[in-house]
Antibody
Framework: EVQLVQSGAEVKKPGESLQISCKGSGYIFTNYWIGWVRQMPGKGLEWMGI????????RYSPSFQGQVTISADKSINTAHLQWSSLKASDTAVYYC????????????????????WGQGTVVAVSS | EIVMTQSPATLSVSPGERATLSCRAS??????LAWYQQKPGQAPRLLIYAASTRATGIPARFTGSGSGTEFTLTISSLQSEDFAVYFCQQYNYWPLYTFGQGTKLEIK
């Protein structure tokens, strides 16, 4: 079964650092772009960035560039989303999702939808 | 800037009836448009990609149509499990993936 399994919920204080993870299984992890999506409480979906685990090529949404770091460890089929200094406004559910299905896709660009999603990681930041 | 606008924000429909959800893109996104369903407390689920192709396991009552700037998701004969929030998303402009703000489909 193709799946993405994310790390558990986190409760943090402002200024703290955090890394959450997304582990893929059931497919060749290095061959598919993985994206991260934020959903703030009661709000819609916001695309944050994507990474190609095969070579760690990473692209960011302009809204999140410099605010987070996306990385991948292909030896353990896992992508990460990292903050160096959390803010209360980072409180949200974060999803990882695979760019899959039909459509042109290579290691340098991809025209596909997010076909497999992780279950989400709740991040709560409060003093 | 790529903007995806969904309408209406909330749609009230009775079970068994048809629901029609709209998504407008600016600028054109060709056919690189997906629809997702999200139920409370769950991750989004891919319903439609390439504007009109149902994803694996999606019932035939879900139909996507349109191209360019105007897209529609039609759900014929609504079932109880279809009441959820629906998002459209464009993936035409690498590496930007823009979502619409969502339409909440509620029971009338």
């Amino acid at each position: 079964e193709v799946q993405l399994v994310q790390s558990g919920a986190e409760v943090k204080k402002p200024g703290e650092s955090l890394q959450i993870s997304c582990k893929g299984s059931g497919y060749i992890f290095t061959n598919y772009w993985i994206g991260w999506v934020r959903q703030m409480p009661g709000k819609g979906l916001e695309w944050m960035g994507i990474i190609y685990p095969g070579d760690s090529d990473t692209r960011y949404s302009p809204s999140f560039q410099g605010q987070v770091t996306i990385s991948a460890d292909k030896s353990i089929n896992t992508a990460h989303l990292q903050w160096s200094s959390l803010k209360a406004s980072d409180t949200a559910v974060y999803y990882c999702a695979r760019l899959g299905g039909v459509g042109y896709c290579s290691s340098t660009s991809c025209s596909r939808a997010f076909d497999i999603w992780g279950q989400g990681t709740v991040v709560a930041v409060s003093s | 800037e790529i903007v995806m606008t969904q309408s209406p924000a909330t749609l009230s429909v009775s079970p068994g009836e048809r629901a029609t959800l709209s998504c407008r893109a600016s600028p054109s996104v060709g056919s690189n448009l997906a629809w997702y369903q999200q139920k409370p407390g769950q991750a989004p689920r891919l319903l439609i990609y390439a504007a009109s192709t149902r994803a694996t396991g999606i019932p035939a009552r879900f139909t996507g149509s349109g191209s360019g700037t105007e897209f529609t998701l039609t759900i014929s004969s609504l079932q109880s499990e279809d009441f959820a929030v629906y998002f459209c998303q464009q993936y035409n402009y690498w590496p930007l993936y823009t979502f619409g703000q969502g339409t909440k489909l509620e029971i009338k």
